[in-house]
């Protein structure tokens, strides 16, 4: 772990690679190794590790929940589910199976089922914050308001620094015109972190919308100053003046 902390990458393999050699049910060995072969780009060989310690280790609910998200970065999604669902059956009361199903359900529209492993992994951990937002974003695309702003309230109840969940519940406020409450989690986004370009530039929108023409103008060119890439600040602020 120390030379993975001094990103000596090769040594950390070597060494995570002797750990399991010493003792082959040593499930923190092939987690680690796979791991750190992931970071790495190499999949195929994290694959390999990952599997032997499947087979030396059966009932490792987090190295199979590891092997599920190999196989979702490398986007063979039927292997996934079939190993976050191994997972959760080895253990029920893990949340991050549970909370990895709704993930890979929602990115193919199976929403009933997305929320329904949103719902389960609430039931294994109450203050997964992570659920309350992808909660509140499914609710927010079906416009289905009222549970997504309590979802997003939540998310930020119990991690207070979450700024995709600050800002999304800002948006809500914002396109059901509670313009004064959509200011006020756009300023505390940034107030969360100063470098959060989707609420500055949200804010500029917002201000765009109430014709306070000045502060419009500040939020587009600060966004465009604190990300020169970010295109729809360029064209947010080329509209604006259009409009002048």
Same mark, same amino acid.
């Given at each position: 772990?120390c030379?993975?902390?001094?990103?000596?990458?090769?040594?950390?393999?070597?060494?995570?690679?002797?750990?399991?050699?010493?003792?082959?049910?040593y499930?923190?060995?092939?987690?680690?190794?796979?791991?750190?072969?992931?970071?790495?780009?190499?999949?195929?060989?994290?694959?390999?590790?990952?599997?032997?310690?499947?087979?030396?280790?059966?009932?490792?609910s987090d190295?199979?929940?590891d092997?599920?998200?190999?196989?979702?970065?490398?986007f063979?999604?039927?292997?996934?589910?079939?190993?976050?669902?191994?997972?959760?059956?080895k253990?029920?009361?893990?949340?991050?199976?549970l909370?990895?199903?709704?993930?890979?359900?929602?990115?193919?529209?199976?929403?009933?089922?997305?929320?329904?492993?949103?719902?389960?992994?609430?039931?294994a951990?109450?203050n *997964?914050?992570?659920s309350?937002?992808?909660l509140?974003?499914?609710?927010?695309?079906?416009?289905?308001?009222?549970?997504?702003?309590?979802?997003?309230?939540?998310?930020? !109840?119990?991690?207070?620094?979450?700024?995709?969940?600050?800002?999304?519940?800002?948006?809500? *406020?914002?396109?059901s015109?509670?313009?004064?409450?959509?200011?006020?989690y756009?300023?505390?986004?940034?107030?969360?972190?100063?470098?959060?370009?989707?609420?500055?530039?949200?804010?500029?929108?917002?201000?765009?919308?109430?014709?306070k023409?000045e502060?419009?103008?500040?939020?587009?060119? !600060?966004?465009?100053?604190?990300?020169?890439?970010?295109?729809?600040?360029?064209?947010?602020?080329?509209?604006?003046?259009?409009?002048?």
């Amino acid at each position: 772990l120390c030379f993975e902390k001094r990103n000596d990458t090769l040594n950390a393999i070597k060494y995570y690679d002797a750990s399991i050699r010493s003792d082959s049910l040593y499930a923190a060995g092939y987690r680690d190794l796979g791991s750190i072969l992931k970071k790495s780009g190499k999949l195929d060989q994290a694959e390999k590790v990952y599997l032997a310690g499947t087979r030396k280790i059966p009932g490792n609910s987090d190295m199979l929940n590891d092997l599920g998200s190999l196989y979702f970065k490398m986007f063979r999604d039927s292997l996934a589910e079939k190993y976050y669902l191994l997972s959760a059956q080895k253990n029920p009361k893990s949340v991050y199976p549970l909370y990895n199903l709704g993930l890979l359900y929602n990115i193919y529209k199976k929403t009933d089922k997305a929320i329904s492993y949103y719902l389960k992994s609430l039931q294994a951990d109450s203050n *997964y914050a992570y659920s309350y937002y992808n909660l509140g974003v499914i609710y927010y695309d079906s416009n289905k308001l009222i549970p997504a702003e309590k979802n997003l309230l939540k998310a930020i !109840e119990k991690k207070p620094d979450y700024t995709d969940a600050i800002n999304q519940l800002a948006v809500l *406020y914002d396109n059901s015109k509670k313009f004064k409450e959509a200011e006020y989690y756009y300023q505390l986004a940034l107030q969360k972190d100063s470098n959060y370009i989707y609420a500055r530039y949200n804010l500029g929108l917002l201000y765009k919308k109430q014709k306070k023409t000045e502060l419009a103008e500040k939020y587009f060119l !600060e966004t465009i100053k604190k990300d020169s890439n970010y295109s729809k600040a360029y064209n947010g602020l080329a509209i604006f003046y259009e409009d002048q």
